[in-house]
Every structure is written in C-alpha cells, then in structure tokens.
C-alpha cells in the first residue's frame, strides 16, 4: 500500500460519519453497498472489514451506529440527533423572528440550523419564512456588543460604553459625550430587547441598559464592584417589573 491510499484511508471514519449524519435517521438506513459506494466517491476504495473497523471506532466515540439484520442482511443508521425535527423548526422560527439580525445573518444562521438535521429533514426544514424588512435596516451591532459584555463578565471586569437616546427625528443620538462606566452582571431578554443588568458606583445600585442602544464598548483592567447587591438579586422578579416600562 503506497503513502496515499494510506493517507486516505485514514479519512473513511470522517466521511463515514458524514454519511450517516447526511442519509439516516432514526427511520432512515444504508447498506453495506451503499457505503462502499460513497466511500469510492470519495476516491478511497476500502473494504467491508475496514469499514467495520470504522464503524467499531465511530461507535467507540460515542457516535452511535446501529446495526439491524433484514433479509439476509444488514442496512445501518445513526438514530439520535442533538435536535429533533421541531426543535430544529423552532430553532429556524426563533432565528426569523429576531429583529436584531440582519437578512444575510439570518439566512445564514438558519441554513447552518438546517444542516444539523439529514437529507430527509431538509423539506420539512424550509419553513418558506418571509424574514422582516425591519431586519434588514438591523446590523450585528447587538451581537457584538453582547460578545464584549459577556466577555467582561467573564473575566470579572468593568466596561465603559457611550449610550444612545432617540431625538425627535426618531433617530438614535449620543445621550452625552462623557463615557458610562459599568460593572455588567447579566443579560435579559424582554419583549424583543436585550438588556445589560450592571452595577453602578455612582448611584451604589442596579442600572440597566438597552444593549442596542449601546456602543464603544470597552473592557477596562478594573475589576467589578457590586457583587454583594447581585449575590441576593431576583433577575426574573426585576425583569418583570422593569423592562415592559423601557422603550
């Protein structure tokens, strides 16, 4: 056996794994042909036992193969998923309906949901959804942020952030030029907005934010103050009480 062909056998358990991941299901199988078939595909030409080996090692990983006998012979299927179809379903719907995303986002979040279901789920996986024209004028501003916010809770630091209000025109402008300083602690979704939850060293108490209206955000060397306000705070009982008032 030259250096290639053992190179490339080394590559079956990958594609046999995409293979399963693709063309079964709990109720979908193949067959021994049809591996060897896809394998050759591939340009790699093995035999049976050399795929039962990589079926022994798939299932040594956890990802589980299922052999079952039907007339004489043996068909395959890799049953479980991480999703379920109406998970995946809701997955798509949830992604649609976010205003925070924009079109090309969307789309491109939604087609990577899709492809954690087989080739059998693809059908039922178009939801044919009309993605809002309000996404459209949304960039990923919101998703950034919340990366940078939830980087500094994570690392236990303070953020200083300029914070946007809307003017008369209806246009967000800069509330004042001086920076917010904030010590972050948590996010809340409510009614379509994500909110930053952070202690304030001025006012010695909670404050919230509307993370879409927030920009420059910086992670600052300064450790977070207010842990002992947090430590007894209820984020579902301030949620409710507060964020159905914000605009």
């Known amino acids: 056996m030259n250096k290639e062909k053992s190179e490339s056998k080394k590559l079956i358990p990958l594609y046999l794994q995409k293979l399963f991941l693709e063309k079964t299901d709990k109720t979908h199988y193949v067959r021994m042909p049809d591996i060897l078939s896809y394998q050759e595909s591939k340009n ?7 795929i039962y080996a990589a079926i ?15 007339k004489g012979y043996y068909k395959y299927h890799h049953p479980s998923r991480l999703f379920n179809t109406n998970e995946l379903k809701f997955l798509i719907d949830s992604i649609a ?46 998703l950034r942020n919340l990366d940078y916010i939830y980087s500094a809770i994570a690392d236990n630091k303070q953020i200083t952030f300029q914070y946007l209000q809307w003017n008369t025109k209806r246009k ?44 420059s955000i910086t992670i600052t060397n300064t450790e977070r103050i207010g842990k002992e306000l947090f430590q007894s705070f209820d984020i579902v009982d301030y949620s409710r009480k507060t964020f159905h008032l914000c605009g």
């Open 97 to 142: 309906a976010s205003k925070f995303l924009t079109e090309k986002k969307s789309k491109d979040l939604i087609s990577k949901v899709k492809s954690l279901g087989s080739s059998f789920d693809a059908k039922s996986l178009n939801r044919n959804i009309l993605l809002s024209k309000r996404i459209k004028s949304m960039n990923d501003k919101v």
């Open 56 to 70: 022994s090692l798939l299932n040594y990983t956890d990802f589980e193969i299922i052999g079952v006998q039907e």
């Open 172 to 215: 967000l402008v800069i509330k004042s030029e001086k920076l917010y300083a904030a010590s972050p602690y948590a996010v809340s979704l409510s009614d379509d907005n994500y909110y930053l939850i952070a202690f304030d060293s001025k006012s010695n108490d909670l404050r919230h934010y509307r993370i879409d209206k927030m920009q």
């Open 44 to 50: 790699i030409f093995a035999d049976r036992r050399t």
